[in-house]
């Protein structure tokens, strides 16, 4: 179309035919693009004996940019250049994410795995000293001691959570919103904070000395906003037409809660539950300050208790080859419970919710 | 047309019906749920009012230098001094180390995982930040000691040696060990799953319709992140932000390993191997400290407490403002 | 109200659950305005209209539903046998055990069985001391769906399809044994098949209960009920009722100009 009509704006119309792909050898692209600058790159780094760290920063990354920008061109034209920058950077920092975790992920298990053997289960820290072969003594009291501890907790704050989720969704009280709120707040309490405010209330007063109940005491904060977000959030999912049709029946709502409402919001409560005790499992300032810890079996929470974190803590403080092995092990340990809690939480979202299923079937 | 209700009568006087409990266990279920919401709102109250209530003696006798001063003294007892502003400073300094150094990282992995991976991939992705949030700070501190140290002083060497003429990146100390730098990227390791979550939520909850429609006009894919997805979801990503900032706040253990406490405040040499933190230096005092510098390190936790819980607030409140369907 | 001369005609049978100057509110919102209904004993009463008139929430008014709506509001009575449900110190929950409430969209509870669905009721009003397995075969045979379950019931509700599980929520509320049953577009939700099933229920119901039925479709409200009442809210005033009388008089014999639109069809 050559003469400009009326109706048009005087913008020239694109002149590129929007079927004429411009270059259309993909895996010749696909070369350039990923495999020849990682090569190239290697090479001089290798060559020149340069830092690896420079070599990834300054000749890598822009000779990757350079070339996904090309091929970018020849496949879009000139928007293809932003794109590729674009995905070239989205990918790099993504990957950064991943070898991050992988590093921890890596050094905790084959580090970790040097300390671990059945003994190491077993034992305790009694007699052991940061230069004691690691032969001998384990991380079975602190595991106990972990159990009671956060056992104690999940005890007391679970049904506390259950109970808020019910209030922010059960009730039509119009604080609702600011308590919402609050409750959210309450997920940035420093932990040191939480331990600190035990610490000074009931052990700096005297009031008692340093005991595992009062660790419970100091995680009851941190644990609270997981638990009543994520069961609240599943509560939520349960749809209000069985709620009602369960009123409708002529239920007290406390029958229509736990008969109807709690089942089909399970999976979600155990998820919830899960994730609590993932979030405060590893938490060590709060212990510190309130438990402190101890090298023998501890299994009455009124004493002076053995923790993980407060393990890792203990071995890591006192910076020997023997002891920080000893840390490496207790967090792999530490990283299996997360672990088992984790997959746990996935398996028991993984039947469908409630609703799903009721919509399927309409 | 006449109206429908044309009949001369008055409107009777309105009644207000609420679904009030009637039976007893009733009013016990719904009694026990308030009681749990008073319980929530008196804890964090109570954490607050003893706090306040134990650190006002020293808040009142260091007035305002205890957050600008840089002295800590218990050693006369006839004139203590408690100071926390190396530490105040040094947390705020490595909070936003790590934020700026998580914020790249976490909204990429959003982007990746919402918009540029298959699904399957997404799902791995997925799995991978979900996992790095679960793993616990002790962890994450050791493995900076004994894995991550090396590596990042290498890294601080490297900025020393290349861009040393920028104040940032000076050194006169010598050591690159335990700086500012090293503990913001191990808080940056740890806000990075909390920033991406939020940020994902938030990119999988815009209007695809909206990004479809720029597409369809033409647009790119960077266009399209830059003008569409950024400025649509920047109040949601902010939130996310100040979240991880409150954590990177809080963050105790991991950065009592990694970080050189010390009382001289470093304003900006990130790379100098002394800092501080405010949590780190309650577990590292308050083993051994007097009654009165007890009182004063909960002075400090309260200042942190209160920081903390203003930065948390006002991410819930924008957070909540991006996401006007979660009402 | 002027328009109700058809009321006339029903005068002389027993009522059984009326309303008197009905008014509603959504927080500010007057949305029904004096709403006197009467529903005889055994009869079925279609409630008809375009939508957002207020029928399903005046529905909701009759077993105390609407309350669970927060900044609901209301003025009138709603007399059952000769009682007013709004009487201070009436327990909503015993309300609801005499008037049954059959939901637009099904609502089986996903989380039981067929046969747990059917007593559900029972056992969430905490009723002790009754025969199972005589109340499951007879409410699922008067809701008329015991031969296609009867050797499935202990499979969960989920796994039957749309139209059968409204029938098993008819069930449900029949299992309770309530004097009426309250049914708000109980087949906007299924295929043709299943409503003339659902249609038919209701038919052999009426033998038995009271019954009032929410419902978009003429042709459903002219087969299933014996009066009908026209709901219309116009121009931000509340909802009313313009018409209300026999389903013959109201279809065929309109007095109301505006229901012989509605009904033929003009508008809504």
């Known amino acids: 179309m050559s003469e400009q009509q009326t109706a048009t704006t005087s913008?020239?119309?694109?002149?590129?035919?929007?079927?004429?792909?411009?270059?259309?050898?993909?895996?010749?692209?696909?070369?350039?693009?990923?495999?020849?600058?990682?090569?190239?790159?290697?090479?001089?780094?290798?060559?020149?004996?340069?830092?690896?760290?420079?070599?990834?920063?300054?000749?890598?990354?822009?000779?990757?940019?350079?070339?996904?920008?090309?091929?970018?061109?020849?496949?879009?034209?000139?928007?293809?250049?932003?794109?590729?920058?674009?995905?070239?950077?989205?990918?790099?920092?993504?990957?950064?994410?991943?070898?991050?975790?992988?590093?921890?992920?890596?050094?905790?298990?084959?580090?970790?795995?040097?300390?671990?053997?059945?003994?190491?289960?077993?034992?305790?820290?009694?007699?052991?000293?940061?230069?004691?072969?690691?032969?001998?003594?384990?991380?079975?009291?602190?595991?106990?001691?972990?159990?009671?501890?956060?056992?104690?907790?999940?005890?007391?704050?679970?049904?506390?959570?259950?109970?808020?989720?019910?209030?922010?969704?059960?009730?039509?009280?119009?604080?609702?919103?600011?308590?919402?709120?609050?409750?959210?707040?309450?997920?940035?309490?420093?932990?040191?904070?939480?331990?600190?405010?035990?610490?000074?209330?009931?052990?700096?007063?005297?009031?008692?000395?340093?005991?595992?109940?009062?660790?419970?005491?100091?995680?009851?904060?941190?644990?609270?906003?997981?638990?009543?977000?994520?069961?609240?959030?599943?509560?939520?999912?349960?749809?209000?037409?069985?709620?009602?049709?369960?009123?409708?029946?002529?239920?007290?709502?406390?029958?229509?809660?736990?008969?109807?409402?709690?089942?089909?919001?399970?999976?979600?409560?155990?998820?919830?539950?899960?994730?609590?005790?993932?979030?405060?499992?590893?938490?060590?300032?709060?212990?510190?300050?309130?438990?402190?810890?101890?090298?023998?079996?501890?299994?009455?929470?009124?004493?002076?208790?053995?923790?993980?974190?407060?393990?890792?803590?203990?071995?890591?403080?006192?910076?020997?080859?023997?002891?920080?092995?000893?840390?490496?092990?207790?967090?792999?340990?530490?990283?299996?419970?997360?672990?088992?809690?984790?997959?746990?939480?996935?398996?028991?979202?993984?039947?469908?919710?409630?609703?799903?299923?009721?919509?399927?079937?309409? | 047309m006449s109206s429908v209700s044309e009949s001369s009568k008055p409107v009777p006087a309105k009644r207000k019906l609420a679904a009030k409990p009637h039976l007893v266990q009733d009013k016990v279920f719904f009694g026990v749920a308030r009681a749990a919401a008073v319980g929530a709102v008196g804890?964090?109250?109570?954490?607050?009012?003893?706090?306040?209530?134990?650190?006002?003696?020293?808040?009142?006798?260091?007035?305002?230098?205890?957050?600008?001063?840089?002295?800590?003294?218990?050693?006369?007892?006839?004139?203590?001094?408690?100071?926390?502003?190396?530490?105040?400073?040094?947390?705020?300094?490595?909070?936003?180390?790590?934020?700026?150094?998580?914020?790249?990282?976490?909204?990429?992995?959003?982007?990746?995982?919402?918009?540029?991976?298959?699904?399957?991939?997404?799902?791995?992705?997925?799995?991978?930040?979900?996992?790095?949030?679960?793993?616990?700070?002790?962890?994450?501190?050791?493995?900076?000691?004994?894995?991550?140290?090396?590596?990042?002083?290498?890294?601080?060497?490297?900025?020393?040696?290349?861009?040393?003429?920028?104040?940032?990146?000076?050194?006169?100390?010598?050591?690159?060990?335990?700086?500012?730098?090293?503990?913001?990227?191990?808080?940056?390791?740890?806000?990075?799953?909390?920033?991406?979550?939020?940020?994902?939520?938030?990119?999988?909850?815009l209007d695809r319709d909206v990004i479809n429609a720029a597409t369809a006009l033409g647009a790119s894919r960077s266009s399209t992140f830059m003008k569409v997805i950024l400025p649509t979801s920047s109040g949601g990503i902010v939130g996310g932000v100040l979240l991880g900032l409150g954590r990177a706040l809080g963050e105790t253990v991991a950065i009592f390993f990694v970080l050189n406490l010390s009382f001289e405040i470093n304003w900006v040499d990130v790379i100098e191997g002394r800092g501080g933190s405010i949590a780190s230096m309650i577990v590292a005092f308050f083993g051994a400290a007097t009654p009165e510098e007890v009182k004063a390190l909960i002075a400090a936790g309260l200042v942190l407490f209160v920081i903390t819980l203003l930065i948390n607030w006002l991410a819930a409140v924008i957070v909540a403002k991006a996401q006007p369907w979660r009402k | 109200m002027s328009d109700l001369s058809n009321a006339a005609n029903l005068s002389t049978i027993e009522a059984h659950l009326r309303s008197e100057d009905v008014n509603v509110w959504f927080g500010e919102r007057h949305v029904l305005r004096d709403v006197s209904l009467t529903f005889p004993v055994n009869q079925v009463t279609a409630l008809i209209g375009p939508s957002g008139c207020g029928k399903s929430t005046f529905l909701r008014t009759l077993n105390r539903m609407h309350e669970l709506i927060p900044s609901a509001g209301f003025a009138g009575r709603i007399l059952l046998d000769g009682e007013d449900i709004y009487e201070p110190g009436v327990d909503p929950t015993n309300v609801r055990l005499k008037i049954g409430m059959v939901f637009q969209k099904p609502n089986p509870f996903p989380t039981m069985s067929i046969k747990e669905n059917v007593l559900s009721g029972l056992k969430l009003s905490g009723r002790r001391g009754y025969d199972a397995t005589e109340i499951v075969e007879t409410s699922l045979r008067r809701a008329s769906i015991w031969n296609e379950v009867k050797d499935r019931l202990g499979d969960p509700a989920t796994s039957l399809s749309g139209g059968q599980q409204q029938r098993l929520c008819i069930a449900r509320s029949l299992a309770m044994n309530p004097e009426v049953i309250l049914m708000d577009e109980p087949c906007s939700a299924l295929d043709p098949g299943s409503t003339r099933r659902i249609e038919e229920t209701i038919e052999e119901l009426s033998e038995t209960m009271t019954i009032v039925i929410v419902t978009h479709n003429m042709q459903q409200a002219q087969r299933v009920s014996h009066q009908t009442a026209f709901f219309l809210a116009e121009d931000g005033n509340p909802g009313g009722v313009v018409e209300f009388g026999k389903t013959e008089d109201v279809f065929n014999n309109p007095i109301d100009l505006r229901t012989n639109d509605y009904v033929n069809g003009h508008f809504g």
């Open chain 2, 43 to 205: 804890i964090v109250g109570l954490i607050l009012a003893y706090l306040l209530f134990m650190s006002w003696e020293t808040l009142a006798k260091q007035g305002f230098n205890f957050i600008f001063g840089s002295q800590w003294t218990a050693a006369d007892p006839e004139n203590m001094i408690f100071q926390i502003g190396p530490m105040l400073w040094g947390s705020l300094l490595i909070a936003f180390n790590g934020v700026i150094l998580a914020v790249p990282m976490a909204i990429a992995a959003a982007y990746f995982i919402e918009f540029l991976a298959t699904s399957r991939i997404a799902k791995i992705a997925t799995t991978v930040v979900d996992l790095l949030a679960a793993i616990p700070s002790i962890v994450i501190g050791l493995w900076g000691v004994g894995v991550f140290t090396p590596v990042a002083a290498h890294w601080a060497e490297l900025l020393n040696q290349n861009l040393g003429f920028l104040p940032l990146f000076k050194n006169e100390a010598g050591s690159f060990v335990g700086s500012p730098f090293i503990a913001g990227w191990i808080v940056a390791v740890m806000i990075v799953p909390i920033i991406t979550s939020v940020t994902r939520e938030i990119f999988s909850q």
């Open chain 1, 11 to 362: 913008l020239p119309r694109p002149d590129q035919s929007p079927w004429q792909v411009r270059d259309s050898r993909k895996t010749r692209n696909l070369v350039l693009a990923s495999v020849l600058p990682a090569i190239v790159s290697a090479a001089i780094a290798l060559g020149m004996n340069i830092d690896a760290t420079i070599a990834m920063l300054l000749i890598f990354v822009p000779l990757q940019l350079v070339s996904a920008g090309f091929v970018g061109y020849r496949i879009f034209g000139r928007k293809g250049i932003a794109d590729a920058s674009l995905v070239i950077f989205t990918i790099f920092f993504s990957a950064l994410v991943g070898v991050l975790l992988f590093s921890v992920l890596f050094s905790v298990i084959t580090e970790g795995a040097k300390a671990i053997s059945p003994q190491f289960f077993l034992q305790n820290n009694v007699y052991i000293t940061s230069t004691t072969s690691l032969e001998y003594g384990g991380v079975g009291h602190a595991v106990l001691g972990t159990f009671i501890i956060v056992g104690l907790t999940t005890l007391v704050t679970v049904p506390l959570g259950i109970a808020l989720a019910v209030y922010l969704t059960e009730t039509p009280s119009k604080a609702r919103g600011a308590v919402r709120t609050l409750v959210q707040a309450m997920s940035g309490l420093p932990s040191v904070v939480a331990g600190l405010f035990v610490y000074a209330a009931l052990i700096s007063t005297g009031f008692t000395k340093y005991a595992g109940w009062l660790g419970s005491l100091a995680l009851i904060p941190l644990m609270l906003p997981t638990i009543t977000r994520v069961a609240e959030e599943a509560l939520r999912l349960v749809p209000v037409e069985l709620r009602n049709g369960a009123l409708a029946l002529g239920a007290p709502s406390y029958r229509a809660f736990f008969q109807v409402t709690l089942p089909a919001a399970k999976s979600g409560i155990i998820t919830a539950v899960l994730l609590g005790i993932a979030r405060i499992i590893g938490e060590t300032a709060p212990l510190l300050l309130t438990v402190n810890y101890a090298n023998n079996t501890v299994l009455n929470p009124l004493e002076s208790m053995a923790a993980l974190p407060t393990y890792i803590y203990q071995n890591l403080d006192s910076a020997n080859d023997t002891s920080l092995q000893r840390a490496w092990g207790a967090a792999l340990v530490v990283l299996i419970f997360v672990g088992i809690i984790f997959t746990a939480a996935r398996l028991a979202t993984r039947p469908k919710t409630a609703k799903q299923k009721v919509d399927k079937n309409v």
